[in-house]
């Protein structure tokens, strides 16, 4: 069976500061990997997937994740946060094909920006 | 609307009551999906409806959670004799049938007294 873990629970770090969410995942097959954030108040939001092709995958707002196989690893990264960064991040994975609906999700990384 | 609805924001009910909450998926959107968000963790997934039909209901966790989706859009997800173990955030999503991008809502935070 798929599970994901996120084993860092809460990530405290300064505003321009570097940061980096660990994501390691379990499964048999090839697999579809997501990051989703959450911002206080809001619902979930995608923020980058893997699906094929180009194991390093970037979002609009500066964040990056390299699906790493051998490593069962897409852990998340930004090289520069800021305060508005400050949310609930919760990496997730789907099988692919017939399966891909279904998202597993780990328990969340709660990333705080100091300024 | 723009993204996905869901109402109510906010229940509370007493222990051994029925809820209904309920999703207006985004315009189009031919799948739907619930998943429950309890304190402290990650969603996990309910159930999965293709058009009209439950196409995997697997994730339900007893036969007191029953959702339905009647016409192929709007979906409600029903608790019978709820329990205190039931209090969570309910979350609705949707997807295109092509897409593998699901939207989700900004959830019904459902609490058991």
């Known amino acids: 069976a798929q599970s994901v873990t996120q084993l860092d629970s809460q990530v405290p770090v300064f505003e321009e500061a570097p940061v980096e969410l660990r994501c390691n995942y379990s499964s048999s097959v090839s697999v579809y990997l997501f990051w989703y954030v959450q911002y206080p108040n809001q619902g979930l939001q995608l923020l980058l997937k893997y699906l094929s092709g180009s194991t390093l995958v970037e979002s609009i707002n500066g964040f990056e994740a390299e699906f790493n196989k051998s490593q069962t690893s897409f852990h998340l990264r930004k090289p520069s946060v800021h305060i508005s960064d400050t949310a609930e991040y919760f990496c997730?994975?789907?099988?692919?094909?017939?399966?891909?609906?279904?998202?597993?999700f780990g328990s969340g990384t709660r990333l705080l920006v100091r300024p | 609307g723009a993204g996905v609805s869901q109402t109510p924001s906010n229940k509370v009910t007493e222990k051994g009551k029925y809820v209904e909450l309920r999703c207006d998926p985004i315009s189009g959107h031919t799948a739907l999906y619930w998943y429950r968000q309890s304190l402290g963790q990650g969603p996990e997934f309910l159930i999965y409806?293709?058009?009209?039909?439950?196409?995997?209901d697997s994730g339900l966790p007893n036969d007191r959670f029953f959702a339905v989706r009647p016409e192929g859009s709007v979906s409600t997800l029903k608790i019978q004799r709820t329990e205190r173990g039931d209090s969570a955030v309910y979350l609705c999503?949707?997807?295109?049938?092509?897409?593998?991008?699901?939207?989700f809502g900004e959830g019904s935070w459902l609490t058991v007294v």
């Open positions: 997730a994975v789907s099988e692919g094909g017939d399966s891909s609906y279904k998202l597993i």
């Open positions: 999503a949707s997807s295109s049938i092509s897409g593998n991008t699901i939207y």
């Open positions: 409806f293709q058009g009209t039909g439950a196409a995997d």
